[in-house]
């Protein structure tokens, strides 16, 4: 039998998740491997390096039934899979099977989660452990998440591998850096911990009336927006520039001094790495995702807004040292595996 690989990818289409994606897809095209795209019928219009691709790609719904439906149609065709989005197959197939697991809210929600979202992910913890068996393998991106992944769901080492990996910022423009600037290039669901970072840079600004805050919150978050729109007529200089271009990264982390990092939860930080490898001093959450990618330049408690505020306003009144990143682009040890 030809040995063909399967990258299922149907729960992810947009944030860090199709990033990661979108390199790994560009790599395995490159590498002349045999595969079977399987992805989220979103990004249908969002992956144009597999237009001539002589693969096969199949666009779907991202949901169970789907899914499952795929899997048993196909199930003795694939040699070995990689599911690119926390879950497992649906059912046990006759290959081998790495699971990349990406997804901290899975393990651990933030205590002060609204209670929809506390719901949403123990329901998805639920179709998680029903599928667990159905994997051969899990890489994860860091020692930490490892760690909360073992104890959480008691998973043996030799079936857990580390390989993290992201692609490189590319940016061919010199760019001036802005002294006091301060950026933070996510998403904006309730973890990620917008409300205090603003409150708390307009708390500095009140009292300093210097830097800038950059944000790229897309309008699907209604209220977040309308905040900024007010804090802007109030003469806040918070710039809000919605969804950011991945051409367009390498020039917004190098025109800015500090990449401010309020997140309450994450699997790996890719802003974090990118924004280092630009230039940018980092100033984070005092929380382990952050050490297990970088040495920062400041940190501060993210539930408090006056730690965040003290945080502004010490990166901008003392010469604070560089940030340092502490891992490595595994792409081809990933590559090697499949």
């Known amino acids: 039998m030809t040995h063909e690989l399967l990258?299922?990818?149907m729960?992810?289409?947009?944030?860090?998740?199709?990033?990661?994606?979108?390199?790994?897809?560009q790599e395995l095209?490159?590498?002349?491997?045999?595969?079977?795209?399987?992805?989220?019928?979103r990004v249908e219009n969002s992956v144009p390096y597999l237009k001539d691709s002589k693969n096969e790609v199949l666009f779907l719904e991202g949901s169970l039934l789907k899914r499952h439906q795929f899997y048993l149609?196909?199930?003795?065709?694939?040699?070995?899979?990689?599911?690119?989005?926390?879950?497992?197959?649906?059912?046990?197939l006759n290959a081998k099977v790495y699971t990349y697991f990406h997804q901290q809210l899975y393990i651990k929600v933030p205590k002060d989660t609204p209670i929809f979202h506390k719901f949403l992910f123990s329901l998805k913890r639920t179709v998680l452990k029903f599928l667990f068996k159905n994997t051969d393998f899990w890489i994860l991106q860091t020692a930490v998440i490892k760690n909360n992944f073992q104890n959480k769901f008691k998973v043996e080492d030799k079936h857990i591998m580390i390989l993290p990996y992201y692609p490189e910022i590319l940016n061919d423009e010199v760019v001036k850096r802005e002294k006091n600037a301060f950026v933070y290039i996510s998403n904006a669901p309730p973890h990620k911990n917008h409300k205090r970072l603003i409150n708390a840079f307009c708390n500095y600004y009140d009292k300093n009336k210097c830097g800038k805050l950059i944000v790229t919150i897309n309008t699907e978050f209604e209220e977040l927006c309308k905040i900024i729109d007010e804090k802007r007529y109030a003469n806040y200089p918070i710039e809000n520039i919605g969804f950011v271009d991945r051409n367009s990264l390498g020039e917004i982390y190098q025109s800015c001094e500090f990449l401010i990092y309020p997140s309450l939860a994450e699997s790996f930080g890719l802003g974090i790495v990118e924004a280092i490898e630009s230039g940018c001093k980092v100033i984070g959450a005092d929380l382990p995702y952050l050490y297990a990618v970088c040495k920062p330049s400041l940190i501060f408690d993210p539930l408090n807004e006056k730690s965040i505020e003290n945080a502004f306003n010490e990166a901008t009144h003392n010469d604070i040292v560089s940030s340092h990143s502490l891992v490595k682009n595994n792409i081809k040890e990933l590559l090697n595996i499949l």
């Open 7 to 9: 990258i299922d990818a």
């Open 73 to 92: 149609k196909f199930k003795n065709r694939f040699t070995s899979v990689l599911c690119f989005g926390d879950l497992p197959p649906n059912i046990r």
């Open 29 to 41: 095209e490159a590498s002349g491997k045999k595969v079977f795209y399987l992805l989220d019928k």
């Open 11 to 25: 729960y992810i289409n947009n944030s860090g998740g199709k990033i990661l994606l979108d390199y790994l897809l």
